[in-house]
Structures are given as C-alpha cells and as structure tokens.
C-alpha cells in the first residue's frame, strides 16, 4: 500500500476526553467515530472534572461541524476545518468526519463478546476493514489493553501522540550543564568580567554559548558555579552563584547539601524569577527547600503577603469529598508530605513548648492549604504558591494554574514524572514535562532536576538495592 493513500483513523472515546481537539490532529487523513463512542462520550458529559469538560467541549465541535456542513451530508462524510502543519504554513487539504451510520458486522473471536465497549469498538473497526479493504484502517486509543486486544485480532492500534511535548523524557531540560574540559581555551580569550553588587560576572562569547537557557546554571569542578542571565547570539552573560551551602547564608535554617540543591535555592530566593520547577525523586529534597525560601522570603523579607500550599488530588477535579470540616481541613490528608516538612522546618529548642507554640499560630496564619478544585476564576496577588505533585496535571490544567499569578506573586511546580497516576498523562504527556519544556526560553523562570537523594542512609540503600 503507498505511503500516499488516505488512512482512515478510528478514535476510541479517551483519545477525545483526553484532547477535544484531537479530531483536527490528522491533517489530510479520515476520521470515525463509533456509534459508541458518541455513547461513552454522552455518559460522561456531567461533572465538573476535566475530562467532562472535555468531553462538552468535543461535542460542540462536533456540533459545529454538523452545522456548518448540513445533516444530510453525514453518510458521505463531514469536511474537517482546514489546517496548518505549522505556525505560518500553508494550508493543507484536509480530511473528513465520519459517523458510524450502520451495522459495522465485525468477526470477532468468540473469547471477545461485543457488549463490552472496547470489544465493540474493535468489531467496528474490523467491520470498517473488511468495507473498504483498499484504506489503511487504524485504530487510535490511549488503552493499552486495548491495543494489545487490537493486535491479537489483526487490527492496526496506535497510541495518541500529538500531545507528546517530547519524543523521550531523557531529552528534558534539566537546567544545568557541565563545561568540557577545553571550554576555556575555545571561549575564555574575549572573556570580560566586572563586580557589581558584590556579585562576580563575566561576559563571554563562543559555540557552546548560543545552546544556554536564561536562568540555566553552567558548572566547571567543584569551584566554578554560575548561571546564565542573558544570551544573545554566541555570546552570554553569567553571574557567580550565592553558595547556599554555607550556614552563614541558611535559609531558615536549612543549608543546601549539594549542588543541584545550591542551584533550586538560588532559584527559589531570587525576586526576578517568577516561575520555577523542581524535578526529582522522593527525597531530593523539593518540598523542603521551597518551603524554607518561602518562609524566608514571606515572614523575613515580607516579598510576599502568605504562602499558598496546594497538591493535586488524584482524581484530580472530582469533589474533595465527605472529609468534615472546612476546604483547609478536607485538603489536610493530602499534605501530609508539606506538613512533615514544615514539622522540620519549625522545630526550635529556643522558647520551649510556647514558643513552638507561638510560631506555629504564625505560620498557620501565613500559610493556606487550598484545594485545585476551586482555583479558576481566582487571581493571587503577592503570593507564594507551591503547587506539588504537578507530574499529575495536564498541560491544560497546568496552564489553568498557572494563569492564576496575578502581580507579584511566584509559582513554585513540584514533581516526579516517574510517579504518575492520573489515567492516560505519561512522562512525556505530563503538564510538569509541558511546562518545563516551554518556559526553558523564558527570562523570569527556572528549572532544576535533583538527582540526589537527601533523606538518610537508610533510604539511600533502600532505594538502591530494593
């Protein structure tokens, strides 16, 4: 079969409650929709949960569609809005809607009864196949069960992909890079360098020099850290970063314990960067550098009226529940991980129990648990927000969140993308892996992976050998 003849795309329902415009995603090529596909997608049309927003939002496009082309051109197919393969392009012809307008009878083998959706679905599909046997029949769904059933009874499965942000995890920015050996000698001849602020920088120009990220952190040995505050062309300005590893310059107390945790702090502390993200297994160290900045920065410095803590509940927009008492009381399960780390952090000989005592009444009227669910329509002015657990929100909720900071506030994303339980979001589908990868270019944001684990020795050796 040539590479040049159409293909017909069957979508599975969570393809569309995944991404509501993924019937424009297939430029020149046919897509169907199942007759139970319209039934699931009906089904799951109440709620206030992002797939059921997704779903009323397939079907006005659909609605549209049938609109603009008129009813009675359903059996013959439905031109889909022309497209473009990129920013600029031109247009490309594209494909066309069709709905499942009659029986679609499909041999499936007597192991695969056809009530079930799914096995309806392939019944389908196979039916469609045996139809038009000159059209390259595929089935598009995010189920791999789905897929590997798709495969034993002879039809072609394929995931999503268009909401992949990269094509490997391991190509993800991580914000730091070491120099080569011979650095120096390709770009230190055009060196400048100045003091300014009681803050070293230097001014530089050569290859290596045009691939840096504002806000990235370049490292050579053990005595050369610095991250980059502007970049243009071949040439790049760095500055010396602040050594948090010292005590003298603690941050409540807390000093970082190695390198990667040197460069989020200089993240976290600096007023400029409004945006930033912390990749790293459990016990790197995330939570707890944000939460001693943020405290620094909102009861030392006052840069921010309260700190704002928040974590996705998976399921993420489903209703906090039957928990008793207030939105902070019913979030208060989930923060288990936020509150050990203020426990650290607020733990003091000095004053004894009233003291302790004291400073917990201030932290609790400084700090606010609040729940995801009620965050749209709402603008945070000079606030300090912690959003954890971001490897569980799409990239269109996390663009939700995101565009709640108002003016002087900072928004800190948490994650492990290796840990994800929201249904069909991967690694390189997550919204933390979006964002990452879209504010990498941006000159007020920042990122840093933690590689190092920092609990105890204990957990070390368990996370090696277990």
Partial sequence: MGADVKKRFVLDTNVLMHDPTAIF?????????????????????????????????????????????????VASGLPLPMISRSAGADT???GRLFFQTEPLPGKLPDSLPGN???????????????KHPDRQVILVTKDINLRIKASVVGVRAEDYYNDKVLEDVDLLFSGFAELPDDFWEAHGEAMDSWTEGGRNYYRLQGPNVSEWQPNQFVS????FHAIVRH?????????????FRTPRNGVWGITARNTEQNFALNLLMDPEVDFVSLLGAAGTGKTLLTLAAGLTQALEQNLYNEIIMTRVTVPLGEDIGFLPGTEEEKMTPWMGALMDNLEVLTRSEEGG????????????????????????????????????????????????LITRAGPGSKIICLGNVSQIDTPYLTETTSGLTFVVDRFKTWAHSGHVTLMRGERSRLADYASEVL
């Fill in 220 to 223: 050579a040995g053990d005595d």
């Fill in 25 to 73: 995603r297939f430029e020149e090529h046919d897509v169907f929709l199942p007759m139970v596909v319209l039934e699931e997608l009906d089904a799951h049309k109440k709620g206030m949960s992002e797939s059921a927003r997704n779903v009323r939002q397939i079907s006005r496009f659909l609605d549209e569609i049938m609109h603009e082309a008129g009813q009675s051109n």
């Fill in 116 to 130: 079930k959706p799914d096995n309806t679905i392939l019944a389908t599909t196979l039916g469609l196949q045996e």
């Fill in 92 to 94: 490309v012809p594209s």
């Fill in 353 to 400: 129990d009233w003291g302790r005592a004291a400073t917990n009444d201030l932290l609790q009227s400084r700090i606010k648990i609040r729940s995801l669910n009620f965050m749209r329509g709402r603008t945070f002015l000079n606030r300090y927000i912690i959003l954890d657990e971001a490897q569980n929100l799409t990239p269109k909720q996390m663009k939700t």
């Fill in 231 to 243: 970049v243009e062309g071949d040439s790049a300005t760095l500055e010396m970063v602040r050594d």
